[in-house]
């Protein structure tokens, strides 16, 4: 299967910061790429579809000011958390779409934990 | 409205036993059906899907899945687990037309030795 890296595995920040996290996808080209939130022992929360060269779509309730992301390539997409705040912090799992691939098939990223302090 | 049920979210087997993971959905379509495990701390991997054609899809791992329509259900199957089967396990409904799963609230494995 296609394979979709996420950067950093791990950061904390102090509160009111901003951080980025980065997605890629290293062997196919996506246009579509999708940001989720995980809280510890629960389901996936999509919080954004990521666009190549067009803006995102947030799912309701979640803030597009504080959760900034960026799809400037076909093979990246970016998600900033701006003004970090401690219950910002989470598990956020990018996902990307290969759309040569039958059956509308999504590949993960390993997930990157958020902690702020 | 779609949804996805994984009515099971503790499952313990012992090492060497059969696994059966249950997930039915609710859609008025067909959809395309997916199966992903977390280890933790980990990102989603892809286990196996269904969009079309043979029921019974063969995944990695030696995982399976059968969809039947007739009861809305996809269940993951193994005939014998391994210790390090031991994850949380997603069952995902796709809509044919975009992209965006709606995901159930996961199975967590516990393999006992």
């Known amino acids: 299967g296609a394979v979709v890296s996420q950067h950093p595995s791990r950061v904390i920040c102090k509160s009111g910061t901003s951080v980025k996290i980065e997605c890629r996808s290293l062997?196919?080209?996506?246009?579509?790429m999708f940001w989720y939130r995980q809280f510890p022992k629960q389901s996936l929360m999509l919080m954004a579809t990521?666009?190549?060269?067009?803006?995102?779509?947030?799912e309701q309730g979640v803030e597009k000011d504080k959760f900034l992301i960026n799809h400037a390539s076909l093979t990246l997409s970016t998600l900033t958390v701006t003004s970090a705040h401690p219950e910002d912090s989470s598990f956020y799992i990018c996902?990307?779409?290969?759309?040569?691939?039958?059956?509308?098939?999504?590949?993960f990223g390993e997930g990157s934990w958020l902690t702020v302090v | 409205a779609q949804s996805v049920t994984q009515p099971d979210i503790h499952i313990t087997v012992s090492e060497g036993a059969s696994l059966e993971l249950r997930c039915n959905y609710s859609?008025?379509?067909?959809?395309?059906l997916f199966w992903y495990v977390q280890s933790p701390g980990q990102g989603l991997q892809l286990l196996l899907k269904?969009?079309?054609?043979?029921?019974l899809v063969q995944g990695i791992k030696g995982f399976e899945a059968e969809f039947k329509r007739s009861q809305s259900s996809f269940n993951l199957r193994k005939p014998s687990v391994h210790w390090s089967d031991a994850a949380e396990y997603f069952c995902?409904?796709?809509?044919?037309?975009?992209?965006?799963?709606?995901f159930g609230t996961g199975t967590r494995l516990k393999v006992l030795a």
């Open positions: 995902a409904v796709g809509p044919p037309s975009t992209y965006k799963y709606i």
């Open positions: 062997d196919f080209q996506a246009t579509t």
């Open positions: 996902s990307a779409a290969d759309g040569t691939e039958a059956g509308n098939t999504i590949y």
């Open positions: 990521s666009n190549e060269g067009s803006k995102a779509t947030y």
């Open positions: 269904y969009f079309s054609g043979d029921t």
């Open positions: 859609y008025g379509a067909t959809p395309y």
